[in-house]
C-alpha cells in the first residue's frame, strides 16, 4: 500500500469578499498575507500538486491541515473542488489545521466540516457538537483522524486537544484490532518548533498527548504545521513512534528545503518500508523525487 501525505496547502482565494470580513482577526491574517503570504503559496503549486498526484495513484491520500489562509468560503469552496478530483472518502483524509478555525465566526459555523466533512465522516451533523476523532480502517493501516485546531488570538497557532476528545480517541485506539498498524492524522507539530514558535505555535499538552500514543502504541503521526518539515522517531519501552512531518506542500522558495513537497510511504507487511519526498522545482512547474 502506498499513502501520500500533504499538507499546509494555504488556498488563497477572495473572489466575492468584501472589506467587512475582514473586520475581526482577519484584519492580521490579511495583513500578513500582503506582507509576505501573498506570493508564498501559489495556486498553481496546488494544481501541480494535484496533477502530481492523479499521476502517482496512491492508494490513500492523507491531508494535515492549513487547506485555507483566512478560513473564508471561497477559500473552501476552491480547496474542496481541488481535492475531490483526487477522489472520495475512501481514497482522502482530511483535518483542520489552525487557518481553518482562523476565526470564531468560522468556528461557531462550523465552516471547515461543512465543506470537507465527507472527507472525514461517516455521518455527520450539527447536532453533534464535537465528532472527532474519526477512523479510518484502509485494510494495513487505521487512520485516527485528530483536530487539534482551536480558537487563538494573534500571534498565536497553538493547537490543543480536548477533553472530551481525549475521551474519544482512547476509545477509538482501543478499538483498532491487534496487528493492525496505528497511525494519526493532525496538523499541530509533536516535535520542538523552533524559535519563538515553540512558546506560540506547540501544541499545548504535547507530553499527554505522545504519552496517549505511546500507551496505545501508535506506530505513526502525520502531521503539518511546521512548513519545513522533518521525519523523526520516538522510543519507549521498546516502542518505536514515527513522527512524520510533510512540510508545506505549496511553499515556495529559492531553496530545496524551502520549497513544496509532500510524502509518499510504502506499507509493507505490517510495517513502513519506505519515505519518499517529492520537491516543487519551480524551474519546470513539477515535483521530483529527493534523495
Known amino acids: 500500500m502506498r499513502l501520500a501525505h500533504i499538507s499546509d496547502l494555504h488556498i488563497l482565494d477572495l473572489h466575492g469578499v468584501t472589506a467587512k470580513r475582514f473586520v475581526s482577526r482577519r484584519?492580521?491574517?490579511?495583513?500578513?498575507l500582503l506582507l509576505r503570504r501573498a506570493g508564498a503559496h501559489k495556486i498553481e503549486t496546488v494544481e501541480r500538486l494535484i496533477e502530481d498526484l492523479?499521476?502517482?495513484?496512491?492508494d490513500h491520500?492523507?491531508?494535515s491541515g492549513d487547506l485555507s489562509n483566512l478560513a473564508l468560503d471561497?477559500?473552501?469552496e476552491r480547496a474542496f473542488h481541488l481535492l475531490k478530483l483526487l477522489g472520495d472518502r475512501s481514497r482522502l483524509s482530511v483535518v483542520p489545521g489552525n487557518h481553518d478555525y482562523y476565526t470564531a465566526g468560522a468556528i461557531k459555523a462550523r465552516r471547515f466540516e461543512k465543506y470537507f466533512h465527507p472527507y472525514m465522516f461517516e455521518r455527520f451533523?450539527?447536532?453533534?457538537p464535537w465528532p472527532y476523532p474519526f477512523v479510518k480502517d484502509l485494510g494495513p493501516i487505521a487512520i485516527?483522524?485528530?483536530?487539534s485546531a482551536c480558537q487563538t488570538v494573534p500571534p498565536f497557532a497553538y493547537g490543543m486537544i480536548s477533553e472530551r476528545?481525549?475521551?474519544n480517541l482512547e476509545a477509538a485506539l482501543t478499538a483498532i484490532p491487534a496487528g493492525k498498524l496505528k497511525g494519526v492524522l493532525m496538523h499541530h507539530a509533536l516535535h520542538r518548533m523552533p524559535g519563538r514558535k515553540e512558546y506560540t505555535d506547540r501544541l499545548i499538552g504535547r507530553d499527554r498527548f505522545l504519552n496517549t500514543l505511546f500507551k496505545h502504541k501508535v506506530d505513526v503521526v502525520f502531521y503539518g504545521h511546521d512548513h519545513a518539515g522533518r521525519i523523526s522517531e520516538l522510543r519507549r519501552d521498546g516502542?518505536?513512534?514515527?513522527?512524520?512531518?510533510?512540510?508545506s506542500s505549496t511553499r515556495s522558495g529559492d531553496t530545496e528545503d524551502a520549497c513544496g513537497r509532500y510524502r509518499i510511504i510504502h506499507l509493507e507487511d505490517g510495517a513502513i518500508r519506505a519515505i519518499d519526498t517529492k520537491v516543487y522545482d519551480p524551474s519546470d512547474r513539477a515535483f521530483h523525487r529527493v534523495f
Open 27 to 32: 484584519v492580521f491574517g490579511g495583513a500578513n
Open 54 to 58: 492523479l499521476r502517482e495513484e496512491p
Open 61 to 63: 491520500i492523507l491531508v
Open 74 to 76: 471561497s477559500e473552501f
Open 125 to 128: 451533523s450539527d447536532l453533534d
Open 144 to 147: 485516527v483522524g485528530v483536530n
Open 165 to 167: 476528545q481525549y475521551t
Open 239 to 247: 516502542h518505536s513512534l514515527r513522527l512524520i512531518c510533510c512540510g
